[in-house]
């Protein structure tokens, strides 16, 4: 499984919950798509954790390379459906932060 993780801001921090409701949608959709077998949503408790990591934190799975890669260029259309819900999203974002990572030992490893 790899691990495509999120981390921001909002612009307006006064819209979370409507940017949890669009995140939920978009991501809801491409995993409706089977782009991505499923994702979270988090928000930093009482103030815990590194600044510049940001308030919000999403975690989306995939089950390898191809599905991700799949996801994106669905996404990098920027027309449709697809593009209205990521719309709701990352226009709400600010100080984006991005990270991928595996489960660890690979499956394929030999031990």
């Not at 940017?19 to 949608?25: L, M, R």
């Not at 782009?35 to 510049?52: C, H």
């Not at 390898?64 to 890669?69: K, P, V, W, Y």
């Not at 990572?101 to 031990?111: A, G, L, S, T």
Request: include cysteine; charge should be neutral.
């Amino acid at each position: 499984m790899n691990h495509y993780h999120i981390w921001a801001n909002l612009k307006d921090i006064s819209r979370d919950l409507e940017f949890c409701t669009s995140v939920k949608a978009y991501l809801g959709h491409l995993k409706q798509l089977d782009l991505i077998n499923g994702f979270s949503i988090a928000r930093r408790k009482f103030g815990f954790g590194p600044p510049e990591l940001g308030e919000f934190h999403i975690e989306i799975e995939v089950r390898d390379l191809s599905q991700l890669d799949s996801a994106f260029r669905i996404v990098a259309t920027r027309s449709g459906e697809i593009e209205k819900l990521h719309h709701a999203v990352y226009s709400a974002v600010s100080e984006f932060k991005s990270a991928l990572y595996r489960d660890y030992p690979d499956p394929e490893r030999k031990i």
